[in-house]
């Protein structure tokens, strides 16, 4: 009893704390648009001309917004306010940065890591390959090499479709680690998950692996101790928060997360998926019913893929290497194998260019037979709406697996505003009737997968640092397919009829919160 006491006050302490954090933060915005009312209240009564040049220079900035590249939903939401309070409006675009917040973050602009001549050629040869054998997924393929991405062959991807047989492997292979580790992770939690992995990762330290880990602080405010970021720095592991909270409380910039989910082993192994580190990730503590959840590990030349990913946000963040990049390349042939694998990453500084969002939309257009996607969440632009409804009214078997358990309400009701449309064009979309489905996946006429920690909502595709992977004729789409199977035999199949039945107020709730979907 005793000893659970100590714990119990550090959480106490740590919500205390995350509390302040997030109060000190939304008394500041509510500050400001406060101070922003105000101000125009006393400009229209006190100071009409300079109101009325206020008004017209809104309007002018509206121009501009809507001139602009970029999300359309970002564009109209931000015209709608500088046009109805242009006074307001310019203010608040002003303090919050507009289409543009994400340039204002403390993150260096530091180049991809140099890939060998050897390497880029190996590519070059890998997207030949694949076009010899499909034209369309040559292309996809093609499109993400030109943003910086390579196309590997001779890698072995494992689908796993549950978080504790994801975690035992990885725990399992950090044990073996020989030269370096690297973490990635929204949510890094305490829990009988993280003692396992830290007692791993100590020991590994303690033999000399290098250890590097970049956890995002608004994941784990409440989660993650300042007593547990200690030992971890003293068992000799790099550690860095991304993103502090409190750095931007002046302004809404706590908006962007590291929301990626990495881990690699010597440059050999890596590990993606939605799974953070966290006991609800493998079960062991109970939320929104059964936690079901997925990942894939890629083994061989691809793991660099997301090394080398992991090296430039470390570096963005301002932190170096003890040793030169050349130092954390793979150190063994990857294994012969059937098929390639593509890991890419995306995130607000690229904006407008959204390599994650047009790899959906390449991937919807794409699809001749069935698409599969799971996703917890579903707020997307009109553009991958009416791609999906297009695809089911050509025929291809669009199915949507969704959580029946949500774990944001607000969010779910969001979703539900564009169920009906699709529903309507014939697209099926299952609950996942045990509880929260929070895996993020894409399969195309069993050939191709795409595993990572993407959602199908705004913050994915404009807000968040992302990552992911996509398997062409692997192994891993069969895998994919037997697990999306199995949720499917567990879910039960929503209907046009329901949704049209849902209470009114719930609708016109959903309706109001859909105005701010971009945000949510």
Not at 369 to 394: G, N
């Amino acid at each position: 009893m005793r000893k659970n006491q100590p714990r119990m006050e550090e959480r106490i302490e740590r919500r205390i704390s995350a509390i302040t954090s997030i109060s000190m933060c939304a008394l500041t915005v509510i500050a400001q648009i406060a101070t922003t009312l105000i101000l125009t209240h006393f400009l229209r009564e006190k100071a009409s001309y300079a109101y009325t040049a206020l008004e017209l220079l809104g309007a002018v900035v509206a121009i501009r917004v809507y001139q602009r590249s970029g999300s359309p939903s970002y564009k109209l939401v931000w015209m709608c306010l500088l046009l109805a309070l242009p006074v307001s409006g310019m203010i608040l675009f002003w303090l919050w940065g507009g289409t543009h917040q994400a340039k204002s973050l403390s993150l260096r602009q530091v180049p991809p890591v140099p890939q060998r001549e050897s390497w880029r050629m190996s590519s070059e040869a890998n997207l030949s390959r694949l076009r010899r054998q499909s034209a369309t997924w040559g292309r996809l393929a093609a499109y993400l090499q030109k943003k910086g991405f390579l196309l590997y062959r001779n890698t072995q991807a494992k689908y796993f479709g549950d978080g504790k047989p994801f975690f035992d492997d990885l725990i399992e292979h950090l044990s073996k680690a020989e030269v370096y580790i690297f973490l990635e992770y929204y949510i890094l939690a305490e829990g009988k998950l993280w003692e396992r992995m830290f007692s791993v990762l100590r020991e590994r330290a303690a033999a000399g692996v290098e250890i590097h880990v970049i956890f995002d602080d608004f994941g784990n405010l409440t989660r993650f101790s300042d007593a547990t970021l200690q030992a971890v720095q003293d068992a000799g592991i790099e550690v860095e928060v991304f993103n502090p909270v409190h750095r931007y409380v002046n302004r809404i910039y706590f908006n962007y997360r590291d929301h990626r989910k990495i881990a690699v082993i010597d440059g050999q192994f890596a590990y993606t998926g939605g799974l953070n580190i966290g006991d609800e990730y493998i079960n062991e503590r109970e939320r929104f019913g059964y936690w079901k959840d997925s990942g894939v590990r890629i083994e061989g030349e691809g793991a660099w893929g997301f090394a080398a990913q992991f090296m430039q946000m470390w570096k963005m963040i301002g932190r170096t290497f003890p040793n030169e990049d050349d130092f954390y390349r793979p150190r063994h042939e990857g294994p012969e194998t059937v098929g390639f694998c593509q890991p890419f990453t995306d995130g607000p500084l690229n904006n407008p260019d959204n390599p994650i969002e047009e790899t959906y939309l390449q991937l919807i257009d794409s699809a001749r037979h069935m698409l599969y996607i799971t996703t917890p969440y579903y707020a997307v632009e009109e553009s991958m709406q009416q791609a999906l409804c297009i695809a089911a009214d050509a025929g291809v078997d669009v199915r949507l697996l969704v959580p029946a358990i949500p774990d944001k309400k607000y969010a779910y009701m969001v979703a539900e505003t564009y169920w009906g449309e699709l529903l309507s064009h014939g697209v099926k979309i299952y609950k996942y009737t045990p509880g929260f489905l929070h895996a993020k996946s894409v399969l195309v006429d069993r050939e191709v997968a795409l595993v990572g920690s993407t959602n199908m909502d705004y913050r994915t595709f404009q807000l968040h640092y992302e990552c992911g992977v996509l398997m062409y004729q692997s192994e891993a789409v069969e895998e994919l397919l037997e697990d999306m199977d199995d949720i499917m035999a567990q879910s039960s199949l929503y209907t046009l009829e329901e949704w049209q039945k849902r209470p009114w107020l719930r609708r016109t709730a959903a309706s109001l919160l859909r105005l701010g979907a971009i945000w949510l």
